[in-house]
């Protein structure tokens, strides 16, 4: 006898991730991107060399530790922090699913600044929580008042803050931070990703707050983005429980030492943040510069900048071979775009490039 299907197939999956967009990024072909805040700095080849030699000498027919315990001590010893409060993961956005997987449910309050990184609301509500949504002040910077009082009120479980923050380019101060780990048992989770470009950095209030929880990765300033690693510092106690979502042997072999020989490269990492950060401050200066651009100070290797018509100006760049970010669809963000910093030659083509569609008429735009 065959029973009577009373559901479709679709309706076993939870109505919190069918209500829900997933993070989708449209493809264009164009020789100058700086669309992603990758760094423009590729590996070194002799460095590259080094790295498949090691992943030579592996194993490849065994699986790779559960937790690199090597590479562990190595960022606790550069971060400056308790091994045991360590942990690395495939990838910082990975971990923010971690922590909201162990501390979000049905209900669960999470305060988020906005406009920011779009998969923050979008793992939360995937795992049954309520987004609280924040807005940024109206020059796009956090409100940090406005912060405190959201999540007393609100009674949140968790506070996510991308400091420096994307796509703003805003950074929270340590003080402002203190105020909110001090006023609050939520946990504050503080995406990092940008921070090295940064002249701060949570990390020194770790040692006396455990609520806070610090991500960090190799995709931004360590210019790794291809081998998926991030590592979060936190409290021991957070970290063993936020260890037990985790995927066994979710660093592969490769990772893992690609990252191990990234890390013996401090003296060029610090090179390159300081080539990338005076960039970025130039660029700035460029596009105050340039009539009809309204840049925003930046803490991280982004700007973001308005004009009056993004849409076209972004499609426009496209057909000179400059790949940017239209961030209109974000909120607040109807007249903006975002950049990420290149090399020197790359933002001089984007500024060029920026220039020249500007000189379009308004009426040619419309057209």
Request: contains cysteine; proline residues 6%.
């Amino acid at each position: 006898m065959i029973r009577e299907l009373t559901k479709l197939p679709i309706n076993r999956i939870r109505a919190e991730v069918r209500s829900v967009d997933g993070y989708h990024l449209k493809s264009y072909d164009c020789p100058v991107k700086l669309n992603q805040n990758e760094s423009p700095f590729d590996v070194p080849d002799d460095l590259k060399d080094r790295i498949l030699e090691r992943v030579r000498q592996r194993p490849w027919s065994r699986y790779p530790e559960p937790m690199p315990m090597d590479l562990v001590a190595a960022l606790a010893h550069r971060s400056g922090w308790d091994p045991r409060g360590t942990m690395v993961c495939n990838g910082s956005n990975t971990l923010v699913q971690l922590v909201l997987s162990v501390s979000t449910s049905q209900g669960t309050k999470v305060v988020i600044p906005s406009p920011s990184f779009s998969l923050y609301g979008l793992y939360a509500g995937i795992f049954g929580g309520e987004v609280v949504n924040v807005p940024l002040t109206q020059d796009f910077r956090f409100d940090t008042n406005l912060i405190r009082e959201t999540v007393t009120k609100e009674d949140a479980n968790c506070v996510i803050l991308c400091s420096p923050n994307n796509p703003t380019g805003c950074a929270i101060s340590n003080g402002e931070l203190e105020e909110l780990l001090d006023t609050t048992d939520a946990l504050v989770l503080v995406d990092e990703a940008y921070g090295e470009f940064n002249d701060w950095s949570a990390r020194d209030l770790l040692a006396n707050h455990r609520n806070l929880i610090i991500l960090k990765t190799f995709s931004k300033a360590l210019g790794t983005a291809g081998i998926r690693i991030g590592y979060l510092l936190a409290h021991p106690e957070l970290t063993q429980q936020i260890l037990k979502a985790k995927i066994p042997f979710d660093i592969n072999v490769f990772s893992h030492v690609a990252a191990m020989c990234i890390l013996e490269q401090e003296g060029l990492i610090k090179k390159r943040i300081a080539y990338i950060s005076r960039e970025r401050d130039r660029v700035f200066n460029a596009l105050q510069s340039i009539e009809g651009v309204t840049p925003y100070p930046s803490h991280a290797n982004l700007i973001l900048f308005e004009v009056e018509d993004p849409h076209w100006i972004f499609e426009t760049l496209v057909e000179q071979g400059v790949l940017i970010r239209n961030v209109t669809g974000y909120p607040m963000l109807s007249r903006a775009l975002r950049v990420s910093i290149g090399q020197r030659e790359e933002n001089d083509q984007f500024l060029e490039a920026l220039s020249q569609s500007l000189k379009e008429p308004a009426a040619a735009r419309r057209s």
